[in-house]
């Protein structure tokens, strides 16, 4: 099984519980509502049930399309917003947006998703996002401190992956890459019993 079909499995097994445990104070965080008011055009990579992140977007009236790994989780996302199950599709990240036109989006936001794809597909990634985003288009995504590649498990047996850089070294990377650094903000939450901070930063594509 590759990390992919790892992930997959991980998300697909832990649907319900994931859904349940998710944390709903995400749509508050001060930088993911500055990144809202600057974009119209959304791409969300990795929007799992659609909970809090799509939901907040979609009621702002904006443009969205939401996508994920997994089966269960869009399944999820259609059946709890069936007026919006149109917005909702199973892909894999990296492949989707390689497939996606130059200049497509205004605003594209990953919340916790982009730790599940192995880094060393990361600059990669960065560059097609860089190449799907609008000039001046803004980018939201979270950091980590520390590198990691592993696997593991979560909610208790269940199989999952992860993988990232620190993120000293993505900023520098976004920045060699075009982006300009708007606005950072570091966030706390509990999860599975344990304190876990992450940073949420804006960057703005320059072409």
């Known amino acids: 099984m590759n990390n992919i079909e790892y992930v997959k499995k991980g998300y697909e097994d832990a649907a319900l519980l994931y859904r349940k445990d998710k944390d709903m104070n995400q749509s508050n965080i001060a930088v993911f509502n500055e990144w809202l008011l600057k974009v119209e055009n959304i791409l969300e990579l990795g929007c799992a049930s659609g909970f809090p992140i799509a939901k907040k977007i979609i009621e702002s009236v904006k443009k969205y399309i939401g996508i994920d790994l997994s089966s269960t989780q869009i399944a999820l996302a259609r059946k709890e917003f069936p007026q919006w199950e149109d917005k909702f ?30 880094r060393i597909h990361h600059v990669e990634l960065f560059s097609e996002i860089r190449r799907v985003l609008q000039s001046d288009g803004y980018l939201l995504i979270d950091h980590t401190d520390k590198s990691f590649d592993k ?8 199989p999952m ?47």
């Open 89 to 118: 599709h199973e892909a894999e990240m990296l492949e989707y947006i390689k497939n996606t036109p130059d200049n497509s989006f205004d605003g594209i936001v990953s919340m916790f998703s982009i730790r599940h794809l192995a």
């Open 161 to 207: 992956y992860w993988s990232g850089f620190s993120k000293e070294w993505q900023q520098l990377t976004l920045k060699e890459l075009g982006f300009q650094l708007i606005n950072c903000e570091v966030y706390s939450k509990n999860f599975q019993g344990k304190e876990e901070i992450t940073t949420f930063c804006i960057y703005q594509c320059k072409k």
């Open 151 to 158: 696997r593991g498990t979560w909610f208790g047996d269940l």
